[in-house]
């Protein structure tokens, strides 16, 4: 099948980007969408051209490295996949197809389809983690904790960290990120001690990265890979109403 | 912007109720009407909360402002922008439906709120401010029936995201309850609106003699 690209190619971060066309005549419906991009930098290698330069890593959709908007929709037209488990043959043959890089103050562009998104590591760092010894792991019976508590907790730690919801946000709000890490550890005893202190260190410091506000418009629900509800960002809000009312 | 978005949806519901009564026959609505508009004005537990309604609409309006400003700072921008089929169009535009809202009311509170506080109003039979009068009044022109109506729907979209996101800022996040909550706030955003809209139509319609 034939595909018109049109690709944000920007050198650097200081560079001002613009969409720069390629033609690709010979994509196999087959593909994912990297491997589109793949046959795309072999080509531009062998002219002596740039090659495209995108994140991503473990193209099984389950580590969130890549990450771009494909025809102005995070991760492209199909609902709850990554790019990378995005496949041609959701695209007509001669289909033009717009990639561009996820967008938002928080996430500058490194270049080209690259994106920065260490704020949301150091949202992690400011308080999405369980204090404890190390050294041998504890007895797994010691906590106990039901199926449907275990559950829900793992449905927000599903939350692969791309940053769709992000780019796709009007505001560029993390809230549905930094629900999910908030959420997650929320819900299961080995986290709730901590929880108070956790949920105001993420929320100040997502705040301080520069996102922008949740106006609720639940566009990230829709978009997210893992299908992360918009409940967690409910929970969140009532932790941080809760650890601020109780604060010391 | 939650709580004092409450406070305006259940201020909502008893300003629809007090209106409801101008449904009646146009004699009985007057009395009634009338009754109602003077026990009201009087009554120094309403004048309080009438003051908690000033506060709460301005500082509705200059919360959102302010958000809305620092939204507009963080806001991204894509050539090829196909990122509003994953959300409604009344959720991202709450800053529109909430201006129009605002100037629907500065013309409601000049032709009503101001008229009934400080300008000079007839007296009825039983000697409460004939505000009846002034309503049937004001909606003899078509145009400014018109303009109460589309302002309705401005209000019913602004409750449809409203409701629904003031529970979730609050924070409901229990997934029973929240979906209630969500039927509830449907629900209550139809009836206020269609409640609030049809007042002015009949009222309308009544001066042309097709009821009563």
């Known amino acids: ?3 018109h690209l049109k690709i944000w190619r920007q050198k650097d971060a200081k560079a001002k980007g613009k969409l720069v066309d390629y033609m690709l005549d010979q994509v196999d419906h087959h593909m994912s969408f990297l491997e589109m991009m793949d046959t795309l930098n072999e080509q531009l290698i062998l002219k002596g051209e740039m090659p495209v330069e995108f994140d991503h890593d473990c193209r099984e959709g389950i580590c969130g490295t890549c990450g771009m908007m494909i025809n102005g929709q ?10 990378c488990q995005l496949h041609m043959r959701e695209f007509e043959d001669g289909a033009t197809i717009y990639v561009e890089p996820f967008r938002a103050t928080a996430f500058p562009v490194k270049r080209d389809l690259k994106v920065d998104r260490s704020a949301f590591d150091r949202i992690i760092q400011a308080g999405g983690f369980i204090t404890a010894n190390t050294g041998q792991p504890a007895e797994a019976n010691t906590l106990l904790i039901t199926h449907k508590t275990a559950e829900s907790a793992f449905d927000s730690a599903a939350c692969i960290g791309c940053g769709a919801c992000v780019a796709t946000c009007k505001n560029s709000s993390a809230a549905l990120f930094t629900s999910a890490k908030i959420s997650h550890l929320a819900k299961i005893p ?6 108070a202190k956790r949920v105001l260190k993420m929320v100040s410091r997502m705040d301080e990265e520069g996102f ?21 960002i409910a929970r969140m809000n009532w932790e941080y109403t809760k650890a601020n009312l109780l604060k010391d | 912007m939650a709580l004092t978005g409450l406070f305006l949806c259940f201020f909502l519901v008893i300003h629809l109720l007090g209106n409801l009564q101008l449904l009646l026959p146009a ?3 007057a009395e009634s009407f009338n009754y109602y508009s003077n026990l009201l004005s009087g009554n120094i537990f309403i004048r309080m909360i009438s003051y908690v309604l000033y506060f ?17 700072q963080t806001a991204a921008k894509y050539a090829y922008d196909n990122r509003k089929q994953a959300s409604k169009w009344y959720s991202r535009n709450m800053g529109i439906l909430g ?3 605002l100037i629907f009311l500065v013309i409601h509170f000049k032709d009503f709120w101001y008229v009934y506080k400080f300008g000079t109003v007839p007296f009825d039979k039983n000697g409460n401010k004939d505000l009846y009068v002034v309503v049937v009044h004001a909606f003899k022109s078509w145009w400014y029936v018109l303009l109460y109506v589309l302002s309705m729907f401005a209000l019913g979209f602004h409750l449809l995201h409203g409701f629904k996101s003031a529970v979730r800022t609050l924070g409901l996040y229990h997934p029973g309850y929240a979906a209630l909550v969500q039927i509830f706030g449907t629900v209550y955003s139809y009836a206020v609106t269609i409640g609030f809209a049809v007042i002015p139509v009949y009222v309308h319609l009544t001066q042309f003699g097709l009821w009563n």
């Open chain 1, 1 to 3: 099948m034939k595909i």
């Open chain 1, 74 to 83: 995070a991760h492209g037209p199909v609902p709850g996949l990554t790019a």
């Open chain 1, 190 to 195: 080995q986290g709730e001690k901590e929880a």
């Open chain 1, 212 to 232: 922008g506000h949740c106006s609720n418009t639940e566009a990230c629900e829709v978009e997210c890979p893992q299908g992360i509800s918009v409940l967690n």
């Open chain 2, 27 to 29: 004699d009985r609505a």
């Open chain 2, 56 to 72: 709460s609409l301005i500082a509705h309006a200059v919360d959102a402002l302010v958000i809305t400003l620092k939204n507009k």
């Open chain 2, 99 to 101: 201006t129009i809202l």
